[in-house]
C-alpha cells in the first residue's frame, strides 16, 4: 500500500488549503484513514480520522481542529480528504495521512496503531 498525500502550501493566515491522500496497491474502503501532523521539535499529532462505512462513517478530530477542519473520503477514487479552514500561524507543520487496515466503526488518535503512512505535506500559514 501505498499513500500520496498532497495539496499542502503557503497560505495566509485565515486561508483554507484541502489536502488529499490518494492510495494506491489496495482498496481502503474497509480502513480507517486518518492524519496526523508535526511541527519542528513537536511529536506527531492526530489532526482527524474517518472510520469505513460510507455514509455510516464515524469521524473524530482534534479538539483544535472541531469547527475549522472537515474529513470526508471518496472510496471510489481511494482517496481520503481534509479541508482545512481558518488557517492559523500555528497550523504549520508537515501533515501525514495514515491508513489502519480492518479497523471496524473506530478511529483511534495513536500513531502506534496504524500500518500505514503516507510521505507527508508540508503546510505553512503565515500571519
Known amino acids: 500500500v501505498q499513500l500520496q498525500a498532497s495539496g499542502g502550501g503557503l497560505v495566509q493566515a485565515g486561508g483554507s488549503l484541502r489536502l488529499s491522500c490518494a492510495a494506491s496497491?489496495?482498496?481502503?474502503?474497509?480502513?480507517?484513514m486518518s492524519w496526523f501532523r508535526q511541527a519542528p521539535g513537536k511529536e506527531r499529532e492526530f489532526v482527524a480520522g474517518?472510520?469505513?462505512?460510507?455514509?455510516?462513517?464515524?469521524?473524530d478530530y482534534a479538539d483544535s481542529m472541531k469547527g475549522r477542519h472537515t474529513i470526508s473520503r471518496d472510496d471510489a477514487k481511494n482517496t481520503v480528504y481534509l479541508q482545512m479552514n481558518s488557517l492559523k500561524p500555528e497550523d504549520t507543520a508537515v501533515y501525514y495521512c495514515?491508513?489502519?487496515?480492518?479497523?471496524?466503526?473506530?478511529?483511534?488518535?495513536?500513531?502506534?496503531?496504524?500500518?500505514?503512512w503516507g510521505q507527508g505535506t508540508q503546510v505553512t500559514v503565515s500571519s
Open positions: 474517518i472510520s469505513w462505512g460510507g455514509s455510516g462513517s464515524m469521524t
Open positions: 495514515a491508513a489502519r487496515l480492518y479497523s471496524g466503526r473506530y478511529v483511534s488518535r495513536s500513531t502506534t496503531v496504524y500500518d500505514y
Open positions: 496497491g489496495r482498496t481502503l474502503s474497509n480502513d480507517a
